[in-house]
């Protein structure tokens, strides 16, 4: 994945005054540690998470048969023992299948304690060992198999200008969520891996609307997950960070820190120093009030 290099410029201190061999190279190896922390802070969270998927044909028995226990324990009361849905809550199969399953219980949304409970993330309740099994299972009973998708393969302008059109009416530009009416909720999207955004376009969970392949095509589906991933670690305008108070008040920030730790350097390199050649009255100044040798210094 390629992220757009951060929109951001940083000052250069021009024509540093030459005062001391020492304070100026000081000066410079510490604007260069300053340079570098920002760049390492900028790229430290861009790792994309990834996560193992089976492939279908590793699915053995004996997988299919633990999650078949897990889903009589966890899911049958209100699913039915086959999945095949009761009057509270909908056949497995009808809602997504294996994609459905694997995306309500990586993201917590399942189980309910209550049919009326509304779903929302929450942590896991079951390891991935578990999900795998119960994914198992959920594959059997027909619906969707979990999706592909490849993020590497996204293109992060292209996943924008679909996520404005497509997405941003219900999670927002930014991907910070909003209320989406009828008591629903189109949740922050930043802890949205690229899996759960392909699983959530395949099966449209809850109010959300179902993306079909026919009209979003898997290139599509990188290009929106990508896009996802870039705001989610961004630190841009329009990431999440800072979405509440806007790309202003980052510029803000940015200048106020970088600006004043520049100015800071730039004010310590340039303070006068006893006996530098050519110090002219600042040298006098300094003569006059100290009594022991010049290299004592004056720290004011
Ligand atoms: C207490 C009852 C209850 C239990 C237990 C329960 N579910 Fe559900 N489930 C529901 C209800 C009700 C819905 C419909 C929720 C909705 O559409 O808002 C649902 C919806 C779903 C959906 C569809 C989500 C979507 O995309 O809209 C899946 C998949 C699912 N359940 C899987 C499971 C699995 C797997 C388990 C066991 C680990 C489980 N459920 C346990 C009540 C339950
Ligand atoms: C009509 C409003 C609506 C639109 C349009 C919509 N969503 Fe959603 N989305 C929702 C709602 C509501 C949920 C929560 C579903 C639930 O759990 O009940 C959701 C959940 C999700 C989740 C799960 C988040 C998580 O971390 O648990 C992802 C990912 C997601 N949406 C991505 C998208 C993407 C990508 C698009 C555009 C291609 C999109 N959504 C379009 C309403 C919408």
Redesign the pocket.
């Given at each position: 994945m390629s992220l757009p290099s951060p929109r951001r410029s940083r000052g250069r201190p021009t024509g540093r005054p030459r005062r001391g061999a020492l304070a100026h190279q000081l000066g410079g190896w510490l604007v260069l540690g300053l340079l570098g922390l920002g760049a390492a802070a900028l790229w430290a969270s861009s790792a994309t998470p990834t996560r193992a998927v089976d492939s279908p044909g590793q699915t053995s028995q004996s997988t299919i048969d633990a999650g078949a226990r897990l889903f009589i324990q966890s899911c049958a009361a209100c699913h039915g023992a086959a999945g095949q849905g009761t009057s509270v809550a909908p056949a497995i199969a009808s809602v997504g299948g294996a994609a459905a399953v694997d995306?309500?219980l990586r993201?917590g949304?399942m189980p309910l304690s209550a049919p009326t409970q509304?779903?929302?993330?929450n942590p896991p309740a079951f390891d991935e060992t578990q999900i795998r099994e119960l994914d198992a299972f959920a594959a059997t009973l027909g619906g969707l198999p979990i999706p592909s998708v490849d993020v590497t393969r996204g293109n992060i302008s292209r996943g924008q200008s679909?996520?404005i059109q497509?997405?941003?009416?219900?999670?927002a530009a930014t991907g910070a969520g909003d209320a989406?009416g009828g008591g629903?909720?189109?949740?922050?999207?930043?802890?949205?891996?690229p899996l759960?955004?392909a699983?959530?376009?395949r099966i449209?969970?809850?109010?959300?609307?179902v993306?079909n392949p026919k009209l979003?095509s898997q290139q599509?589906v990188d290009d929106?997950?990508a896009y996802?991933q870039y705001l989610r670690h961004a630190p841009s305008p329009g990431g999440f960070a800072l979405a509440e108070v806007g790309p202003v008040a980052e510029g803000f920030v940015a200048i106020v820190v970088g600006l004043g730790l520049l100015l800071l350097v730039i004010r310590w390199i340039g303070r006068p120093r006893p006996g530098a050649a050519g110090a002219g009255a600042n040298g006098g100044e300094a003569g006059g009030r100290t009594d022991g040798p010049a290299e004592s210094g004056q720290r004011t």
């Open positions: 995306f309500v993201t949304r509304q779903m929302q993330r679909l996520f497509n997405c941003a009416a219900c999670h989406v629903y909720v189109a949740p922050r999207l930043d802890q949205a891996d759960t955004v699983e959530a376009m449209g969970p809850g109010a959300m609307p993306f979003y599509a929106i997950a996802v």
